[in-house]
């Protein structure tokens, strides 16, 4: 698990904004926002690369702000002695779709136990508030090998 990143403070939101930047999150715009153990909100631009072929917003888009802030979630309400995690499932429900502005999301711990965590987030339509898509993952905690 070298290539993980060290997280001094999980909590620090000024860290955290930095940290998807440079990953697939940074590329599709995706900004976190309130980090705190089990919960976590940010939100990402609807812009023309974000839109399927159909001329409505990609599946993979929205699934992918819902993960980011699931993942950031996880990493700050990690139990103590554990160095990261991997997601094992998820799951979204789509509800309804943007075509310009922004979309929301507002992720919350379900379970956090030593093993695995199981997250919720609803992504909304940030303009309207309308829930566009319900999802949910469950998280392996990892710990150092000995």
Not at 77 to 105: C, D, M, Q, W, Y
Not at 111 to 137: L, N, P, Y
Request: glycine share 12%; net charge neutral.
């Amino acid at each position: 698990m070298s290539n993980l990143p060290s997280f001094p403070d999980r909590t620090s939101t000024s860290h955290w904004q930095a940290a998807p930047q440079d990953g697939f999150p940074g590329s599709l715009g995706i900004e976190l926002g309130s980090i705190e153990p089990g919960r976590v909100t940010g939100r990402m631009p609807v812009l023309g690369r974000h839109l399927s072929a159909n001329g409505f917003l990609h599946a993979g888009a929205v699934v992918t702000l819902a993960d980011t802030v699931s993942g950031a979630g996880c990493l700050a309400s990690l139990p103590e002695g554990a160095s990261g995690f991997t997601t094992i499932e998820l799951k979204s429900n789509h509800l309804g779709t943007v075509r310009e502005g922004a979309i929301s999301a507002v992720a919350t711990l379900v379970h956090g136990g030593r093993t695995t965590q199981v997250w919720d987030a609803i992504v909304s339509d940030e303009a309207t508030g309308k829930a566009i898509a319900m999802f949910r993952c469950t998280q392996m905690v990892l710990y150092p090998r000995a």
